[in-house]
């Protein structure tokens, strides 16, 4: 299978921060902020893999910035690693000034998706070639995160985290 790149799967949906999306604060509820998010990280696994996918986990979720009734919300993701049949997918939310038209970041997200078939059997994706520098270090980070849940799940030891480490360095 050929490698492929993050922008390859880069996906932006922009959309603006209604009434019925707030809490009594006239923020973005939390919860539809994390639909928006999966939807661009469907959409991103999809692309780089060419199959069905599923979110497998919600891997990190940082609301860092409250996102106000009106503003115009950017969740940008991309595939920032791909293993034998998951996806980690990394997101960033902006949002816009209403004013002078300034994005800022507000959020940041890691979910995971699997590929699957017809029947829901995982399957194989392609590789990834990260090109930039933020694009290699998502990916190397990717590789970490995915050993320590397999330490925790108690899947892998943790010196054995450490040898295969040497195996994935780019």
Do not use: C
């Not at 922008?7 to 932006?12: A, D, G, I, L, V």
């Amino acid at each position: 299978m050929q490698a492929k790149h993050p922008k390859e799967s880069r996906t932006t949906l922009t959309d603006l921060v209604l009434p019925s999306e707030t809490n009594p604060l006239n923020n973005l509820f939390g919860g539809e902020l994390l639909a928006r998010m999966d939807r661009a990280a469907s959409i991103a696994a999809r692309r780089h893999s060419r199959r069905i996918v599923v979110t497998a986990s919600v891997n990190h979720v940082a609301f860092n910035k409250a996102v106000p009734l009106g503003s115009v919300v950017t969740v940008e993701a991309a595939v920032s690693r791909a293993f034998k049949s998951s996806m980690e997918i990394f997101i960033d939310v902006w949002v816009e000034d209403r004013e002078s038209g300034n994005r800022s970041k507000a959020n940041e997200a890691i979910y995971t998706f699997v590929a699957v078939d017809e029947t829901g059997a995982p399957v194989a994706v392609p590789p990834l070639a990260p090109e930039t520098e933020l694009e290699k270090e998502r990916y190397q980070a990717a590789l970490r995160r995915k050993q320590l849940s397999l330490v925790l799940a108690g899947k892998m030891k943790p010196n054995e985290a450490t040898e295969l480490k040497a195996l994935f360095e780019v």
